[in-house]
């Protein structure tokens, strides 16, 4: 499937469906509805009248061919127009990361500053905030409000730092590091912890 380049990769996630939805509720994000008529109808007059919808649908994006599995979200000041959120696609079968590394899910972490409209399509869309690693940061940091203990590998320049856009023509840059997050049992860690390499 070719299309318009989405938002980039900048979380990889080592565990179940479960353990990843159970972390990022604990740490205080609400999943997001399947898109359909009725939720995006929903969304439009949320959006317009500036009415609450913490579980508001996230627009498919595509990667392994397929569109998110999941995707989580945290409304700010009840306003669905500003919204952190996070899509998460899980990984086929036997499938590998450039040098050898596996994740059972990759994650695009993106925050919603406004709703306007795409460059390139001219359809009304949410324009993101230009520094993705600053919501990549954000997400880690969340997972201190959560019960469950994890292990943080910070993988630096996974991918080359650059500049670019999205496909709602956003400007987005990267510093290319890559958190691999792993929900770990209370006897082997006790706290969030980070690993750098």
Do not use: C
């Not at 500003?82 to 695009?108: I, Q």
């Not at 709602?168 to 997050?181: K, Q």
């Amino acid at each position: 499937m070719m299309g318009l380049l989405g938002d980039p990769i900048n979380l990889a996630f080592i565990g179940s469906k479960e353990e990843l939805e159970q972390l990022f509720i604990n740490a205080g994000w609400t999943k997001a509805e399947p898109l359909s008529l009725h939720s995006s109808f929903q969304m439009i007059i949320a959006s317009v009248f500036s009415k609450s919808y913490p579980s508001a649908p996230v627009s498919s994006l595509f990667l392994f061919n397929k569109k998110q599995d999941l995707a989580f979200e945290q409304e700010i000041k009840n306003n669905p127009r500003r919204r952190h959120h996070v899509r998460f696609w899980e990984t086929p079968d036997n499938w590998y990361l450039p040098g050898g590394r596996k994740a059972d899910w990759l994650g695009a972490a993106t925050y919603d500053k406004k709703v306007g409209f795409s460059v390139f399509t001219g359809q009304i869309t949410h324009k993101i905030n230009s520094d993705i690693d600053h919501e990549r940061d954000f997400v880690l940091e969340t997972f201190t409000e959560s019960n469950q203990p994890v292990s943080i590998e910070v993988v630096k320049h996974f991918t080359t730092s650059y500049h670019g856009r999205n496909g709602g023509g956003d400007e987005i840059f990267t510093d290319g590091n890559l958190p691999f997050i792993k929900i770990e049992k209370v006897e082997e860690v006790t706290s969030v912890s980070t690993v750098y390499s």
